[in-house]
Each structure stands twice: as C-alpha cells, then as structure tokens.
C-alpha cells in the first residue's frame, strides 16, 4: 500500500517550516488578542494545530 503523504526530504522541510513559522505567528496573535479571550484561544489553538501539522507526514 502507498502511502500518500510522503514527501521529498527537500518538500517536507519547505512545509515543516513554513506550518512552524505560521503557528508562531498565530500563538503571537492570539496572546496580543489576549490569552484568555475566546479570540486569542482560538488564535492559540490554531498556531498549535498548525505548528504541529507536519508531524504525521513521512519524508524520504
């Protein structure tokens, strides 16, 4: 069976990256929002989401 989400080592690294990247600026957002809004928890909580993305995928 194939694995669909596999990526190149070069590819993996573009997206791990960029999804790390955005995540810290959605967690940034969300404490400027303030940390214990319903805004800046959602903001939070998707930076986390986001940041951590890539940890399912397989590299080559």
């Known amino acids: 069976m194939t694995d ?3 990526l190149s080592a070069r590819q ?6 960029t999804s790390k990247l955005l995540g810290v600026a ?3 957002g969300g404490l400027e929002a303030g ?3 319903p ?3 959602a903001l ?3 930076g ?3 940041a951590t993305a ?3 995928l397989t590299h080559e």
């Open 12 to 17: 993996y690294r573009l997206l791990d990256t």
């Open 26 to 28: 959605l967690v940034a």
């Open 44 to 46: 939070a909580l998707a």
């Open 54 to 56: 890539t940890v399912f």
């Open 35 to 37: 940390g214990s809004t």
């Open 39 to 41: 805004t800046g928890l």
């Open 4 to 6: 669909l989400a596999t």
């Open 48 to 50: 986390v989401a986001c």
